[in-house]
């Protein structure tokens, strides 16, 4: 379910004008995605994407998610979001805008209309 999931969110971001690129293995777009489905059943139910803006516009979003907590952490079945460049301290190379998504087990359609509804604030 969880990939399921993610996929529904991430075919839904890549179709954002906010959104600047989206990382997922299961969208067609994506560098990887020839042996990801050769060697993967599911592509999993990490997704990351980098928000148009910097970091602020990052940061803004994450906070403005209601679903979506804000932690570090995957696999769990809860859905989390996390600006990565925050977590990696002064050596970061992740860039300031990278938002990091694990999709939990919330209906996907609750999922995509939290990222709207943070996206539209």
């Known amino acids: 379910q969880q990939s399921a999931s993610a996929l529904h969110v991430a075919m ?21 995605h020839v042996i990801a ?21 990052a940061l803004a979003f994450a906070s403005a998610t209601r679903i979506f907590m804000q932690a570090t952490s995957l696999g769990g079945v809860e859905s989390l979001i996390e600006h990565r460049a925050s977590v990696e301290g002064a050596q970061r190379r992740s860039p300031d805008n990278l938002l990091r998504l694990s999709v939990g087990l919330e209906h996907p359609d609750d999922l995509v209309a939290d990222l709207a509804r943070a996206m539209n604030q």
Do not use: D, I, T
Not at 13 to 30: M, T, W
Not at 39 to 55: A, D, K, N, T
């Open 12 to 32: 839904w971001l890549s179709e954002q004008n906010a959104v600047e690129k989206v990382f997922y293995p299961g969208l067609v777009a994506h560098s990887g």
């Open 37 to 57: 489905k050769k060697q993967m059943q599911g592509f999993g139910g990490v997704v990351s994407f980098q928000l148009r803006g910097g970091e602020r516009e």
